[in-house]
């Protein structure tokens, strides 16, 4: 596996990213024809098709926005408590989550410094992630 960097350190997951998105759109392109196509008596059954498709559309951006804010809170707490343990005392109340997920990446030498600039100066994520020179590898978030 290649050495963990800003340009590559984001995953998409081609089952959930792309199959599953692809087929909850062509589920309800087709459900919304066979609307259009219906007669009064399945007019019924076709809506309940395309009621399904919006459901599964709204499933699959909720399931993955919630995993992602349950993830983010940990990195939060995690980022929070290594600061702790490498400078002790307290970070920045100014961080905000994004901020904490760009940080993630900094490695112990360059994490302490690189908070407080981040918050002085408010960098954004992709800030914080490019101004690392030592990349600390995070194979867990998807």
Same mark, same amino acid.
């Given at each position: 596996?290649? /050495? /963990?960097?800003?340009?590559? $350190?984001?995953? #998409?997951?081609?089952?959930? $990213?792309?199959?599953? +998105? ?15 196509? %219906? %007669?009064?008596?399945?007019? &019924?059954? *076709?809506?309940?098709?395309? +009621? ?11 399931? @993955? %926005?919630?995993?992602? @804010?349950?993830? !983010? @809170? ?24 994004? /901020? ?17 600039? *981040? ?15 030592? #990349?600390?590898?995070? !194979? &867990?978030?998807?």
């Amino acid at each position: 596996m290649k /050495q /963990q960097n800003f340009k590559n $350190h984001s995953k #998409w997951v081609i089952g959930y $990213h792309g199959v599953t +998105l692809i087929a909850i759109f062509a589920f309800l392109v087709g459900s919304i024809r066979n609307f259009l196509k %219906s %007669s009064e008596d399945n007019l &019924y059954s *076709a809506s309940l098709l395309v +009621l399904l498709g919006f459901i599964l559309l709204f499933m699959f951006y909720f399931i @993955r %926005s919630f995993a992602l @804010r349950a993830q !983010d @809170r940990a990195i939060r707490a995690e980022e929070k408590l290594r600061y702790f343990i490498l400078t002790g005392k307290s970070i920045s109340k100014k961080l905000t989550t994004r /901020q904490f997920i760009g940080l993630r990446f900094a490695s112990d030498e360059e994490f302490p410094t690189l908070a407080e600039k *981040a918050a002085i100066e408010n960098l954004s994520e992709n800030d914080i992630k490019m101004a690392i020179t030592n #990349w600390k590898v995070d !194979d &867990y978030r998807l």
